[in-house]
Each structure stands twice: as C-alpha cells, then as structure tokens.
C-alpha cells in the first residue's frame, strides 16, 4: 500500500491518509458588521472542493483570535459566537466527505493591517485609514518600511493574547474543529518573539532563547489545558529565517538549531506534530527556493527531536511526496498552491500510486 494513503493516528484521532492541505489566506471574509471575520460561500467551495478531492486532512487559513491579529481587514477570525455557528457548516461538510477539519490560530502581530495581495499588492493600511487598524509586535520594529511601526506589547498585554489563544480554542472546538494548530511562523506575532532579528526586548520575554519562547510555550500551554485530551495539537514553525544560511547576510535571525531545540520543548508540553515551514520574519532574506527546499529541517525535527512532522513547501508530486514518507523525513506532507491548481490531487495521486480514497457517490463515475 501506499505509504501516502496509510491512516495516521494521533492520540485518538485517526486521519485518512497523509496528503494534507495547508493553511492558505483566501481574503475573503466580511471586514465589519454582524457577520465580520466569518466565513462565506467562498470558503466553504474552497475547504470544501479539496475535501471532495480526496485530502485526509483541511486546515483553515490563518483565523485571528482577535480582530487586531488579522494580516488584512477581510481575513477569518474566531473570536465571537457568530464566527463560530458560520464555521459548523464547513466542519460539518468536510466532516461528512471524510476529512479532517483542522484549524490554523493566528495573531499576524506587526504584520497586520495590510490590504489584500490584489490590492496595491497588500500595502499596509495606516491606523484610522478605512478598515487599518495599530499593529503590535514584541518590540517597536516595523517589518520593512513600507510597514506601520507596531505598539510594543506590554507584559499584561500579552498575557491578553495567551487568554485570546485559550478561548479560540475553545471556540474552534464548539466549531467542530477536530485539530488545532497554533501558527508560529512566517513572521506573525509568536514568530516575531522567537526570532532575535524582531525581538529586541529586554525583559522576561526576550533575549535569551527562553525567554523569545517564552510566549509560544505559554501559548502552547494555555490551549493544550482547554483543547480535549484526545485530540491532537500542532504547531506551524518558520525553521529558519533565512539569515545565518547566507554568509553575506550579516542580520542575526532563527535557525534550524533553535527549531530543534525548541521541537523537544514544544512535543514535551503536548504539541504532537511541527509543521515545518520557514522564512517571513525577515525582508529580503535570500531563500533558495526550489522543490523540497524545506524538507532539510523537517529531517532534522523528526530525526534529531523525535517529533513527528509535517512537511511543506513546492510538493507538487505524487511520487516526491510518496518518497518523502518512505524516505522517514517526514510523517505527512502538505499541499498548497498545487491543491489550489488541482482540488482533485489527492485523487489523482491515488491513482498513480496504487492508493485509495473516498469518493463522493455524486462523483463515482469519474
């Protein structure tokens, strides 16, 4: 059998097979009213088309766990009751496909407040400009200069922000998520704490190693006490920067050491599975990309921390991802742009490699 279309159990969760689909911003939701952050008829077709197709496991796009952690005005969030009761429907089809409803919690820290990619290709919107609103990082260090300043997070503020964690979690269950995963990379808030190239505080929550984790731990901490025993919890984690790999670069960022030790941190504390991915904290880093150009530091996690991983990043084959499995360098592997090309391709990988998947009855005939 296919080692792609093998179930995959984690505590008491068993999943249908390990093509994945990953996080991606759809841009789509209400920017304000009763019904601002939820989802539409939008991401329902969207969730829902890649869970006819066959993938075992969909994680939602970055959903906010308050309206400030949103990257745009017209992202998801799960911070009220409305959100929740438009999210049940999109569990319940995915469900009811055979998939696996996942969630992605996110604060986009001094990221946000931007306009969606199509428009002036995502320039940030100044606070008090139409729907913009202040961004907030770990220390007043704006991304890059087109980008707002960020309020630096007080000690009690972030503490708000661990609370707003814990409670969308709890929303995402009363949703009918069955995974949560708490999105740690690509440059938005709980990155920006790990990384020294963002974090120049100089209390309890930066400087040294423990103290830039300090927040992801509590985070960690904080929903894996609300999030059922028997249900599984990820963590998305940007391995590098991109920064200490390029001689000529001289900026000091995080690396794939500091992925590995804080792996074993993050597994002890109840996290069962990283999702590898990297780069965003840092403009301009020079990032080889390229296929399986992340694949290296999902290696290093499963291999060095004994966790298992996710692996991410221009998988676009059936049999790369087959070998990546058989190869023992990652556990699943996870499908962006390609399901966006092919909603189908778990299907169609299926077929290749002599796998099966559940078909919908409307689709048999295909």
């Known amino acids: 059998m296919s080692a792609l279309f093998e179930p995959y159990t984690l505590r008491s969760l068993t999943i249908p097979n390990r093509a994945w689909m990953a996080p991606m911003c759809q841009y789509s939701a209400a920017p304000e009213g009763e019904l601002v952050g939820a989802p539409t008829d939008w991401h329902l077709q969207h969730l829902g088309a890649r869970a006819a197709g066959g993938t075992g496991l969909i994680l939602t796009e970055a959903t906010a766990v308050?309206?400030?952690?949103?990257?745009?005005?017209?992202?998801?969030?799960?911070?009220?009751?409305?959100?929740?009761?438009?999210?049940?429907?999109?569990?319940?089809?995915?469900?009811?496909?055979?998939?696996?409803?996942?969630?992605?919690?996110?604060?986009?820290?001094?990221?946000?407040?931007?306009?969606?990619?199509?428009?002036?290709?995502?320039?940030?919107?100044?606070?008090?400009?139409?729907?913009?609103?202040?961004?907030?990082?770990p220390s007043r260090l704006a991304f890059d200069e087109h980008h707002h300043e960020p309020?630096?997070?007080?000690?009690?503020?972030?503490?708000?922000?661990?609370?707003?964690?814990?409670?969308?979690?709890?929303?995402?269950?009363?949703?009918?998520?069955?995974?949560?995963?708490?999105?740690?990379?690509?440059?938005?808030?709980?990155?920006?704490?790990?990384?020294?190239?963002?974090?120049?505080?100089?209390?309890?929550?930066g400087g040294t190693f423990e103290g830039r984790t300090r927040l992801a731990l509590e985070v960690v901490d904080a929903v894996r006490a609300v999030w059922p025993e028997e249900l599984p919890l990820f963590f998305r984690i940007s391995a590098t920067d991109w920064l200490s790999e390029n001689p000529e670069d001289g900026r000091e960022g995080w690396t794939g050491d500091?992925?590995?030790?804080?792996?074993?941190?993050?597994?002890?504390?109840?996290?069962?599975?990283?999702?590898?991915?990297?780069?965003?904290?840092?403009?301009?880093?020079?990032?080889?990309?390229?296929?399986?150009?992340?694949?290296?530091?999902?290696?290093?996690?499963?291999?060095?921390?004994?966790?298992?991983?996710?692996?991410?990043?221009?998988?676009?084959?059936?049999?790369?991802?087959?070998?990546?499995?058989?190869?023992?360098r990652a556990d699943a592997v996870l499908l962006g742009r390609e399901l966006l090309r092919d909603p189908s391709w778990a299907r169609r990988a299926a077929r290749a490699l002599g796998g099966e998947v559940r078909v919908p009855e409307q689709y048999a005939r295909s």
């Open 66 to 137: 308050t309206p400030e952690g949103r990257i745009s005005p017209y992202d998801l969030g799960i911070w009220n009751d409305a959100q929740v009761s438009a999210f049940r429907r999109i569990t319940g089809f995915l469900s009811a496909q055979g998939s696996v409803p996942g969630i992605q919690l996110a604060h986009a820290g001094r990221k946000a407040s931007t306009e969606r990619p199509w428009v002036e290709r995502g320039a940030p919107i100044a606070p008090g400009e139409g729907y913009g609103w202040q961004p907030v990082g």
């Open 258 to 328: 500091d992925t590995v030790r804080l792996a074993k941190e993050l597994h002890r504390r109840g996290v069962d599975l990283l999702d590898v991915s990297s780069g965003g904290n840092a403009p301009r880093a020079s990032i080889p990309l390229g296929p399986n150009y992340q694949v290296p530091f999902a290696d290093r996690v499963r291999n060095e921390a004994g966790m298992p991983v996710a692996a991410v990043g221009l998988i676009t084959e059936p049999a790369q991802a087959e070998e990546l499995l058989t190869s023992g």
């Open 151 to 205: 309020a630096e997070l007080s000690t009690d503020e972030i503490a708000d922000v661990v609370e707003a964690f814990a409670q969308a979690a709890r929303r995402s269950l009363d949703a009918g998520f069955r995974v949560a995963e708490i999105h740690g990379a690509h440059g938005y808030l709980i990155g920006e704490f790990l990384s020294p190239h963002s974090n120049h505080r100089t209390d309890g929550y």
